[in-house]
């Protein structure tokens, strides 16, 4: 939940980065990272195997500045994908003020999504979250694929998207989509707080 | 010291006097920062609790899969300083303590303030939040501004 310090005029939120192996999570949060100066981030905690897959989940804190007269700090996570790191993915999601789904865009990749997107629910719902209330937005990344091997924004819309929240069509490697992910979730959880949602 | 609530203020310098830790963070369970003392960048801090949050976490599901229940702390002891991890319950929910510390103090001494501390917590925790107007109706178009210089759009 979030955390509002109103003596001192602090918010600080906790972002996850959700989906299956392999579809951009870190890449996400690496891209923030690179493109951030260094004055207004933390540094990048990744808790990855030998392989660089993530074991544990990657952590960034923020400064976005003072909105509404509040200094904001928003903490990026993100979650293993691989489906055997449950428990982590579990441990990770609690007090998730927003998610960011980000799902592969690759046809063959579609089971993957599916699949991650079921496993979301079923976590939060374990966690006592309404899912429809939850700030939550879904990135299609790796939309600079070749068109033969990549479902379109809007086929992933139809599939995946049945709630009708924001979308972005990403290539996080190279930051297209990542910038407006970032702030299509970061409006849902500061609207959220400013209508009286949770706040610790 | 730094503290997101000043109630906690109090019992925390008592701590500090009482234990010599050389730092001290108070987190909620899911990583958020309500105290600290000793560290010298904020963003350091967050790091902290995080890693700090995730140990005590996959500390209690690996209690639940073995059967152990819950464990009550977690202590590092190193050659030039020692980590101790400790949750304990409070009405806003469960908090965590992560206290580092040298060979001025002992794990000893660590343990029993600390569990001062989390009584002294228990006791001067106000009943009601402090709440207050918190965000503006227009503050997309600050959020937007704040996250254009962020990425230097």
């Not at chain 1, 500061?190 to 209508?195: D, G, K, V």
Request: charged letters at 20%; aromatic letters at 10%; proline letters at 4%.
């Amino acid at each position: 939940m979030s955390l509002v310090n109103f003596a001192a005029r602090e918010i600080t939120c906790k972002i996850v980065y959700y989906g299956p192996g392999r579809s951009g999570k870190t890449t996400n949060l690496q891209y923030v990272f690179g493109r951030v100066p260094e004055a207004r981030r933390g540094r990048m905690v990744s808790l990855a195997t030998q392989g660089d897959r993530t074991l544990f989940f990657d952590f960034l804190p923020i400064e976005l500045g003072t909105i509404s007269g509040f200094q904001t700090r928003f903490q990026l996570y993100t979650v293993p994908g691989q489906s055997y790191y449950n428990a982590t993915r579990k441990l990770v999601l609690q007090g998730a003020d927003g998610v960011v789904f980000v799902a592969d865009s690759q046809a063959r990749r579609f089971d993957d999504n599916v699949e991650s997107l079921q496993n979301l629910h079923e976590n939060l719902l374990a966690q006592g979250v309404d899912v429809r209330t939850l700030p939550l937005v879904y990135q299609y990344n790796k939309q600079d694929l070749p068109a033969d091997l990549v479902m379109t924004r809007a086929e992933l819309d139809d599939a995946l998207n049945f709630r009708g929240v924001p979308s972005f069509g990403a290539d996080a490697l190279h930051g297209s989509g990542v910038f407006e992910t970032l702030k299509g979730i970061s409006e849902l959880v500061l609207r959220r707080l400013a209508a009286g949602g949770t706040a610790a | 010291m730094r503290c997101v609530e000043p109630w906690v203020a109090g019992p925390l310098q008592a701590f500090l006097d009482e234990s010599s830790a050389r730092v001290t963070l108070l987190m909620t369970s899911s990583g958020q920062v309500i105290a600290q003392d000793g560290f010298t960048r904020s963003v350091d801090v967050m790091a902290a609790a995080a890693l700090g949050a995730a140990i005590v976490a996959s500390t209690d599901a690996i209690a639940q899969l073995t059967g152990a229940g819950r464990y009550g702390a977690v202590l590092h002891q190193g050659t030039a300083q020692g980590l101790y991890l400790a949750p304990f319950d409070t009405r806003r929910g469960r908090w965590i303590g992560l206290v580092v510390f040298g060979p001025e103090t002992s794990a000893g001494l660590v343990q029993l303030f600390f569990r001062d501390l989390a009584q002294a917590l228990a006791a001067a925790e106000p009943e009601a939040r402090p709440g207050g107007v918190l965000l503006a109706e227009n503050f997309e178009r600050e959020l937007n501004a704040s996250l254009r210089s962020l990425f230097g759009r």
